[in-house]
């Protein structure tokens, strides 16, 4: 299958080398300006993953991420400058998979993509030899198969990094993961200051599946290690 990317950025050149990076992948690329011609295109054409620059004038990446959470859970990778740590922090607050500082590396840039396409085309397949279709603590329940999340019956709907995260620990309740084994497993590349990515995502599942954020019943801090999913 081929996947198609769209590229959102104001800047052409920077778009241009991009395009010859992911075409020579055998990656199709879709091209958009701005937020609001990326919405645009979303409608039209079935992207799988997009990157995205969040500085771009009409609408930027972080009001564009915000809306396309809205109705699709496909991966978002965002194009920052280093100065700009905060809209990082505040692009996977609104449903970023990922997010690569300017300028970049090509390989980088497509090891970021492959990965995130794996996740997205494979969502699910972590650990399956030992997998079955449901995983299950308390009211909390994850469809392998079907990709759903369930908090007492009610539908979740979490974005692909964050049920990969999700599996993980459902996976292995009662079992405390650090922030770098579940960087390491889950974006499948070495850790390395990978704390508020991390922490981010895990704060965005905390907030769809507990009643209460603040003391959540399901995913625990063990403060000083990591992260666990209590067993019920």
Do not use: C
Not at 170 to 180: C, T
């Amino acid at each position: 299958m081929n996947y198609n990317i769209l590229v959102v950025d104001d800047d052409k050149e920077i778009v241009d080398a991009i395009e010859i990076y992911l075409a020579n992948e055998g990656l199709k690329v879709y091209r958009a300006g701005d937020g609001v011609e990326a919405l645009e295109l979303l409608v039209d054409h079935d992207i799988h993953l997009i990157i995205m620059d969040i500085m771009m004038p009409r609408m930027d990446g972080i009001r564009a991420t915000l809306k396309i959470r809205e109705e699709k859970n496909i991966p978002i990778i965002l194009l920052s400058a280093k100065s700009e740590d905060t809209d990082k922090i505040l692009g996977l607050n609104m449903g970023a998979d990922d997010y690569i500082t300017k300028p970049f590396n090509p390989l980088e840039l497509i090891a970021r993509v492959k990965s995130q396409l794996r996740r997205y085309i494979t969502l699910g397949n972590l650990n399956q030899e030992d997998s079955s279709d449901s995983l299950k603590s308390g009211g909390l329940e994850l469809d392998v198969s079907t990709k759903e999340v369930f908090i007492d019956g009610e539908i979740v709907k979490l974005t692909p990094i964050e049920f990969k995260i999700l599996e993980l620990l459902l996976k292995n309740k009662g079992r405390v993961f650090s922030m770098e084994e579940i960087y390491e497993k889950v974006w499948n590349e070495p850790s390395y200051n990978v704390d508020n990515t991390v922490a981010v995502h895990i704060r965005r599942i905390r907030e769809k599946i507990e009643i209460n954020p603040k003391e959540p019943k399901y995913l625990k801090v063990v403060w000083g290690i990591g992260y666990k999913i209590e067993k019920y």
